[in-house]
T-cell receptor, first 115, second 109 residues
Framework: EAGVTQSPTHLIKTRGQQATLRCSPISGHTSVYWYQQALGLGLQFLLW???????NRGNFPPRFSGRQFPNYSSELNVNALELEDSALYLC??????????????FGAGSRLTVL | EDKVVQSPLSLVVHEGDTVTLNCSYEVTNFRSLLWYKQEKKAPTFLFMLTSSGIEKKSGRLSSILDKKELFSILNITATQTGDSAIYLCASQGAQKLVFGQGTRLTINP
């Protein structure tokens, strides 16, 4: 069974540009989560999508946005890039169980560097 | 606001030692507490805890949850160099999974 796949692995942009990161969840998972992990910091929650809808977002500015497609894959867009956006962006997927106690499976991440 | 705090932030021990990693949490509508191990990029799942006092065990790793005091511990016995990693604790509420800063564990031969 394929795991969570993310692309690209690495991305280099300059300030002010836009970045698009992609994520394909495990087959059967309907929820996709995005996290930012800056160097030396823990995982900061960005966005949660389930069944095509945004369910929750973290304390990030509106230039961080995304969407989930009918096949449950997801995109994260970061507009007007700033130097501090340089980080590892991790995507995770899970079943959307009614209990809410779900194990998230993570992808290997996309390393974004903003110059 | 939901919060997860791990301690220590960094720990260096010798191979064969036993280590205990701590995690305290405050989360609205608590559902579960999860532990992950992050070696290079993708965090890998270790344990999910939902009930107090029931130890989860996998080989040399074990974990337990105290829902009254709002904390969890992760124990690793007879540590090996392959246990070197960042260990992440996360608390799951109704709307999101909140992670702590992680504990960077280094095992020296």
């Amino acid at each position: 069974e394929a795991g969570v796949t993310q692309s690209p692995t690495h991305l280099i942009k300059t300030r002010g540009q836009q970045a698009t990161l992609r994520c394909s969840p495990i087959s059967g998972h309907t929820s996709v989560y995005w996290y930012q992990q800056a160097l030396g910091l823990g995982l900061q929650f960005l966005l949660w999508y389930d069944e095509g809808e945004e369910r929750n977002r973290g304390n990030f500015p509106p230039r961080f946005s995304g969407r989930q497609f009918p096949n449950y894959s997801s995109e994260l867009n970061v507009n007007a890039l700033e130097l501090e956006d340089s980080a590892l962006y991790l995507c995770a997927s899970s079943f959307r169980g009614s209990s809410g106690a779900n194990v998230l499976t993570f992808g290997a991440g996309s390393r974004l560097t903003v110059l | 606001e939901d919060k997860v705090v791990q301690s220590p932030l960094s720990l260096v021990v010798h191979e064969g030692d036993t280590v205990t990693l701590n995690c305290s949490y405050e989360v609205t509508n608590f559902r579960s507490l999860l532990w992950y191990k992050q070696e290079k990029k993708a965090p890998t799942f270790l344990f999910m805890l939902t009930s107090s006092g029931i130890e989860k065990k996998s080989g040399r790793l074990s974990s337990i949850l105290d829902k009254k005091e709002l904390f969890s511990i992760l124990n690793i016995t007879a540590t090996q160099t392959g246990d070197s990693a960042i260990y992440l604790c996360a608390s799951q509420g109704a709307q999101k999974l909140v992670f702590g800063q992680g504990t960077r564990l280094t095992i020296n031969p």
